[in-house]
């Protein structure tokens, strides 16, 4: 073992940390979507295929090897939408990252979801990122306001022309409302999920955008990210998320910080 650490050079230290690092990101941008179900299917027809030569099942064997030879091609286009995904986010800088107007905003975001979850007013949210929405804003009507709680929460009212669609918020600035976004054809997303919640899904697997969603049923809060959604969101939870999210750097440092004291 030491022999084989002496003779490594620095350069394979490195590539080895590199690979590493992008298989983390990878499953991090995959967790929790239906990319997962099927990277699992995969992985099981390698082992049947191992398996098949084996026990000398020829005719299995010959045609999973078909079906393998060809496997980077079928990834591109089975997992085409989560490359997509990834290729966007790419350097992304999330508006402001950890500005204070961006916390601001945040807390605004927070504000006005909790209150229409007490007063169950149905309402989505989307936070843009680096992703242009240009054709989503198109669907919508175009404000261009500052964000704030009393206007979020009026813009959702049953009374408002705007209250179906969702709102856009860009670079800091409520961009356009009452947008309409494209649903989600997961077919894993769960069958109590409505409409609004399709369509919180289905723009964060078109884009890097971030969508908070209160359902009119139950007023519960909801975040979707890359395709995933997180359910029932209090206050405090909403607040984590999302400064988690928007403030990155200081998500890593907490994530070092439990590291250290867990070893």
Same mark, same amino acid.
């Given at each position: 073992?030491?022999?084989?650490?002496?003779?490594?050079?620095?350069?394979?230290?490195?590539?080895?940390?590199?690979?590493?690092?992008?298989?983390?990101?990878?499953?991090?941008?995959?967790?929790?979507?239906?990319?997962?179900?099927?990277?699992?299917?995969?992985?099981?027809?390698?082992?049947?295929?191992?398996?098949?030569?084996?026990?000398?099942?020829?005719?299995?064997?010959? #045609?999973?090897?078909? %079906?393998?030879? /060809?496997?980077? +091609?079928?990834?591109?286009? !089975?997992?085409?939408?989560?490359? &997509?995904?990834?290729?966007?986010?790419?350097?992304?800088?999330?508006?402001?990252?950890?500005?204070?107007?961006?916390?601001?905003?945040?807390?605004?975001?927070?504000?006005?979801?909790?209150?229409?979850?007490?007063?169950?007013?149905?309402?989505?949210?989307?936070?843009?990122?680096?992703?242009?929405?240009?054709?989503?804003?198109?669907?919508?009507?175009?404000?261009?306001?500052?964000?704030?709680?009393?206007? #979020?929460?009026?813009? %959702?009212?049953? /009374?408002?022309? +705007?209250?179906?669609?969702? !709102?856009?918020?860009?670079?800091? &600035?409520?961009?356009?409302?009452?947008?309409?976004?494209?649903?989600?054809?997961?077919?894993?997303?769960?069958?109590?999920?409505?409409?609004?919640?399709?369509?919180?899904?289905?723009?964060?697997?078109?884009?890097?955008?971030?969508?908070?969603?209160?359902?009119?049923?139950?007023?519960?809060?909801?975040?979707?990210?890359?395709?995933?959604?997180?359910?029932?969101?209090?206050?405090?939870?909403?607040?984590?998320?999302?400064?988690?999210?928007?403030?990155?750097?200081?998500?890593?440092?907490?994530?070092?910080?439990?590291?250290?004291? &867990?070893?």
């Amino acid at each position: 073992m030491f022999e084989l650490l002496k003779s490594m050079r620095w350069q394979d230290f490195a590539d080895i940390l590199i690979v590493a690092f992008i298989i983390y990101q990878v499953i991090l941008l995959i967790r929790g979507t239906r990319a997962v179900q099927m990277l699992v299917g995969i992985a099981v027809l390698i082992v049947v295929y191992f398996g098949a030569r084996e026990l000398e099942l020829m005719t299995l064997y010959w #045609l999973l090897g078909t %079906f393998l030879s /060809s496997i980077f +091609l079928i990834i591109i286009i !089975v997992f085409q939408r989560d490359i &997509r995904r990834a290729l966007t986010q790419v350097g992304q800088t999330p508006f402001s990252k950890g500005s204070t107007e961006t916390l601001r905003i945040i807390e605004e975001v927070i504000g006005a979801a909790t209150e229409m979850s007490r007063k169950r007013i149905g309402a989505l949210i989307v936070l843009a990122r680096d992703t242009g929405m240009k054709d989503y804003e198109d669907t919508g009507q175009m404000l261009d306001a500052k964000v704030s709680k009393p206007l #979020l929460v009026s813009l %959702f009212q049953p /009374s408002s022309p +705007l209250h179906d669609g969702s !709102v856009i918020i860009h670079e800091d &600035r409520i961009s356009y409302a009452g947008c309409v976004m494209p649903l989600s054809k997961n077919p894993y997303i769960g069958k109590n999920l409505g409409t609004r919640h399709r369509a919180a899904i289905g723009i964060s697997e078109e884009t890097d955008g971030i969508s908070v969603i209160v359902s009119e049923e139950t007023g519960h809060i909801s975040l979707a990210q890359h395709g995933a959604i997180t359910a029932n969101l209090d206050e405090a939870g909403l607040r984590s998320r999302l400064k988690a999210i928007f403030s990155p750097r200081d998500n890593r440092k907490l994530i070092w910080k439990t590291w250290l004291n &867990r070893s």
